[in-house]
């Protein structure tokens, strides 16, 4: 006869610890208990003994428990039942304490079967001699509300927080606040939400002075609270904005930044209505030295700042005109601290400050990091762009970093230089030459890129134009999209220029062009060169040669009305990615969501319109082009009026009704239903030109390829007939 051994393993002695005897034996099971829970451990099975050991008067010990129950109360629904009647004996215990802990434990279980039970706890708490108890009961109505909103409306929950906003208790009166504007922003997301929904929390002028009076008692997250109640406040007039303002800039000199940036917050939304100047002017001098204190803040915090900072500086930027220096990158600062340092620093420069912001930038470019070197000499062109009067002291800095032959800084320098000649065009002619000789330390795209545009636009100018192009002629096939764009257009410029000397040069690129380059954006813009050259040299100058707008830096990187929400969006993700939240949070983020929800609209059935009658104008040999709803000359429909005889068809019904399963297919199906008129013979092209003669007349047919030259011809004829 066999003997069973005893159960062994880690949860069977923890459960027979949490069922002995002694009081400190089952604190130290429950103490385990939880560290295995936390490290990731199943201590589910244990429930029921844990239980157990809810009834006891060590607080330390009723926190366990409760914690325990928080982490399983979605596991176990039906035992968490078990403890409902510990809950609402503790919602009446003596010590304030347990009664909060018991009723916002109660809030966090998030259990559809003690909903119930929470109500009348809950009531009592709400009306607590206790502060602590009231302010937790608050918001525990918040979460009541995410789980079962008519729930909390039937109770008449929201009523009583109303009250509690005139509460004795700064920290009362901001849980409340805190706990209304949730519930506002879940009851705002409703689709069926009005003004008029128990659960918009309206801020009225008689709220808003006890908001102002709780201000200045609060903790600081209660203050972040009230900060954002009041940013969304709409002010009765001028009068009431400057009291708010004047009331909320003590704020600034909060030691926390999330404080520091909601009054900042608050400030530039009622600074809008502010009529006095001087006041104006007095809270912007005010908001700076916060600002500069965010600073000092760690890496990160620091990026949040520098981050909303920017955003500020877009609408005023006088706010820390004087302040350059302390955005001065540091040897520690991480990378993206510094770039967005740089971005701040070129707002701000100006002609008092441009010398001491060029000479930092100079050092930046000596650093071991490649991009932050990059953005640096970069920062240097928005400079000359921004300030004509530093423009030559510019170009000097970046002359000196070409002389280093850097490969990374000379490339960076001539993209930069490009910049400064389209601002300043026949300014700085005498540094081509310069540019010219670090050809070959060039052999990245948009350096490349932005040589070959300089050689171009002052091809005049340049008595061996044709030979530095020639060496991109030659690799033209080897060389990227963008190099490929440059120097076709550069030959052309070249050619327009100096015709006498370029003839063969041009004559290269565009049979190289149109013939070995797989890529059609080249193409195309070859045999548009090819027929404006051949067909109107002086229409060919107009387009090609045409004076560019000089660039300037903007001032702002958003639209002036998304610039407007996002600071009433500041210390959110929003000021910091720079985006209206839609875009990154909610349901399908943009809008995904309404997309597939939205009926046909009338523009969505004019574009299937077009679909059917391009699909009538390619049956026909028509032209593409056609909008027209006369008839043809010979009867059959053209155009928009081809359509109505398509959509007769049952696939063509479907794709206007959008109720087509498959579009593509039904769209390709019309197809089936017999040509509408016979297709007209297109006639051949006459090709001359070498076979490429633009003047031709366009057809649907695909372009011959051009014949072979005569025999007689020499290599510099001139193929493109203009001499």
Not at 55 to 67: F, W
Not at 159 to 173: A, G, K, R, T, Y
Not at 430 to 457: H, Q
Not at 609 to 628: H, I, P, R, S, Y
Request: aromatic fraction near 6%; charge should be negative.
């Amino acid at each position: 006869m066999s003997v069973r051994g005893p159960r062994k393993g880690e949860n069977y002695e923890l459960s027979v610890d949490l069922n002995s005897e002694y009081r400190e034996k089952r604190k130290d099971a429950i103490k385990r208990t939880i560290a295995s829970m936390t490290v990731g451990k199943d201590v589910s099975g244990l429930f029921p003994d844990v239980l157990k050991n809810m009834q006891t008067d060590d607080l330390e010990q009723k926190k366990l428990v409760y914690l325990y129950l928080m982490n399983y109360a979605k596991t176990q629904p039906e035992l968490v039942i078990l403890a409902v009647n510990t809950f609402v004996k503790d919602t009446d215990d003596p010590n304030p304490l347990v009664r909060a802990l018991a009723i916002r434990t109660m809030g966090v279980l998030r259990a559809e079967k003690i909903i119930d039970y929470l109500c009348d706890p809950l009531q009592k708490c709400l009306r607590d001699e206790n502060p602590y108890v009231r302010k937790t009961a608050a918001l525990c109505v918040a979460k009541l509300y995410d789980l079962k909103p008519e729930l909390v409306i039937d109770n008449g929950f929201l009523e009583q927080l109303q009250e509690m906003i005139s509460d004795s208790n700064p920290m009362v009166v901001a849980n409340t606040v805190a706990a209304l504007t949730d519930i506002h922003i879940a009851a705002s997301s409703l689709p069926s939400s009005s003004s008029s929904d128990p659960g918009i929390f309206i801020i009225s002028a008689s709220i808003l002075s006890k908001l102002l009076i709780a201000l200045n008692e609060c903790s600081e997250w209660g203050r972040v609270a009230i900060l954002n109640a009041l940013a969304r406040y709409t002010a009765q007039d001028d009068k009431e904005s400057e009291h708010i303002c004047e009331r909320v800039v003590p704020q600034f000199q909060h030691a926390n930044g999330a404080v520091v940036l909601a009054a900042v917050k608050v400030i530039m939304i009622h600074m809008r209505d502010v009529r006095r100047e001087e006041l104006v002017k007095q809270l912007v001098r005010k908001m700076a030295p916060p600002l500069v204190t965010l600073l000092s803040s760690p890496p990160e915090v620091q990026w949040v700042a520098l981050r909303n900072i920017n955003l500020l500086l877009q609408k005023r930027s006088d706010i820390l005109q004087n302040e350059m220096r302390v955005f001065f990158c540091k040897y520690n600062d991480p990378l993206y601290v510094k770039v967005e340092k740089l971005d701040i620093m070129v707002r701000l420069a100006g002609e008092n400050n441009v010398d001491a912001l060029l000479s930092e930038l100079k050092e930046y470019a000596s650093e071991v990091d490649v991009d932050f070197v990059r953005k640096s000499i970069k920062a240097i062109g928005q400079a000359a762009v921004k300030i004509d009067a530093a423009a030559e002291r510019c170009v000097n800095v970046l002359l000196e970093l070409i002389a280093t032959r850097v490969s990374y800084v000379v490339q960076e320098a001539v993209v930069v230089m490009k910049d400064i000649f389209r601002k300043y065009p026949s300014t700085y002619e005498g540094i081509i030459p310069t540019l010219c000789a670090n050809l070959d330390e060039l052999d990245e795209p948009e350096a490349k890129a932005s040589l070959i545009w300089i050689i171009g636009e002052y091809a005049n100018k340049i008595d061996n134009a044709d030979e530095l192009l020639g060496i991109f002629v030659d690799t033209f096939t080897e060389e990227s999209y963008p190099v490929q764009l440059q120097t076709l257009t550069a030959v052309v410029k070249l050619f327009l220029k100096k015709p006498d000397s370029s003839q063969g040069i041009v004559q290269r690129v565009l049979n190289t062009a149109t013939k070995d380059c797989d890529s059609p954006d080249v193409r195309d813009r070859a045999y548009i060169y090819w027929r404006l050259l051949s067909t109107d040299p002086g229409a060919a100058k107009s387009v090609v040669l045409t004076p560019r707008p000089p660039i300037s830096i903007p001032r702002t990187t958003v639209s002036a009305a998304l610039l407007e929400q996002l600071l009433g969006e500041i210390s959110t993700l929003s000021s910091v990615y720079h985006k209206p939240e839609e875009t990154f949070v909610g349901r399908g983020r943009i809008g995904a969501d309404a997309v597939q929800k939205k009926g046909v609209d009338p523009d969505d059935r004019f574009s299937t319109q077009k679909a059917l009658q391009t699909v009538a104008a390619g049956q026909q040999a028509e032209n593409l082009l056609d909008f027209d709803d006369v008839p043809a000359s010979d009867g059959q429909p053209t155009g928009l009026a081809a359509t109505q005889v398509l959509s007769q068809t049952p696939a063509a019904a479907n794709l206007l009704s959008g109720t087509s399963s498959n579009p593509l297919d039904d769209l390709v199906s019309i197809f089936g239903s017999g040509p509408i008129a016979p297709a007209a013979a297109p006639s051949q092209p006459a090709f001359g030109l070498g076979g490429l003669d633009f003047g031709a007349s366009m057809t649907t047919s695909p372009p011959q390829q051009p014949p072979p030259p005569q025999q007689t011809q020499q290599p510099q004829d001139d193929l493109l007939g203009l001499f």
